[in-house]
């Protein structure tokens, strides 16, 4: 340290002493002091290339900035309670002593100190009671879109080849066995009625659906009158004939297949 004084102070010496007569005033040329200041003693005095990278750094430039606009934003609210306060302060014209704080000075800057206070709070509550209510409405449509399941897409031609009548609805059973009848394909027509007409037995309460039961085993475990259940027996006879023994109906009979499925297919539900 005393070192660099005394350096600092011989050059100090050299610039400020008067040129002898008759003789030029030495200079001291920039080369010479970048020399000089280039010495490893003043190195800790010179701003370090890091600071200056942190300076050219973005992120240290976007907090000046934003330290900027906060600066602007400030001053203006300090002008205003400066304001505030040589409002309610009465100084008189000639008083030559200084006037010290008065309570009533202290009084102004802390109401408008207050009233601002509250303004941020109150703006700070505000945005806390609708994220507040925003969350308590995401909350309450999540559970519902996650719950609700996906209806995968129905294999029809692997249901009628395995007979589960309860993969669709009667309804759609009979739209398909429709189709099948118009394309004149007639034991596939019938293979469908009849998942149509086990599907709504089984949704009235009439029998219980299992794929491992027979068709015999529905007719003998049929729970209504015995009209219904001689209807139904009829039915299965046909339609085992038309799928085991791929014979088809005459055109007479199938008016009157048409008339026994329509009773058995509008049959209401039992409540146990």
């Not at 949704?203 to 003998?220: C, D, E, H, P, Q």
Request: hydrophobic residues 45%; proline residues 7%; contains cysteine.
């Amino acid at each position: 340290m005393k070192r660099l004084m005394l350096i600092a102070l011989t050059l100090f010496c050299l610039a400020a002493a008067p040129a002898p007569s008759g003789s030029p005033a030495p200079l001291i040329s920039h080369q010479r002091l970048e020399k000089i200041l280039g010495l490893p003693g003043y190195h800790r005095w010179q701003r370090p290339p890091i600071s200056r990278k942190a300076m050219e750094n973005p992120v240290s430039r976007y907090f000046s900035r934003m330290y900027r606009h906060l600066k602007s934003w400030i001053k203006p609210l300090l002008k205003w309670l400066k304001w505030k306060v040589n409002r309610h302060r009465k100084v008189p014209k000639m008083r030559t002593h200084k006037a010290g704080p008065r309570s009533d000075d202290f009084g102004a800057v802390a109401g408008a100190m207050g009233r601002v206070l509250l303004i941020f709070l109150a703006v700070i509550a505000a945005g806390l009671i609708a994220w507040i209510v925003w969350t308590l409405i995401q909350q309450k449509r999540g559970p519902k879109m996650a719950t609700t399941p996906a209806i995968p897409p129905i294999n029809v031609k692997k249901a009628m080849a395995e007979g589960d009548a309860l993969a669709q609805s009667s309804d759609a059973w009979m739209n398909l066995a429709a189709e099948l009848g118009s394309a004149g394909d007639w034991r596939m027509a019938y293979r469908a009625m009849y998942l149509a007409l086990l599907s709504s037995l089984h949704a009235a309460g009439r029998i219980t659906f299992r794929k491992s039961l027979t068709n015999r085993t529905y007719v003998t475990r049929y729970r209504g009158p015995a009209e219904e259940c001689r209807t139904f027996s009829a039915l299965t006879e046909i339609f085992d004939r038309v799928w085991y023994g791929h014979k088809t109906v005459p055109p007479e009979e199938r008016a009157d297949v048409d008339a026994q499925m329509k009773s058995l297919l509008r049959l209401q539900v039992v409540h146990a």
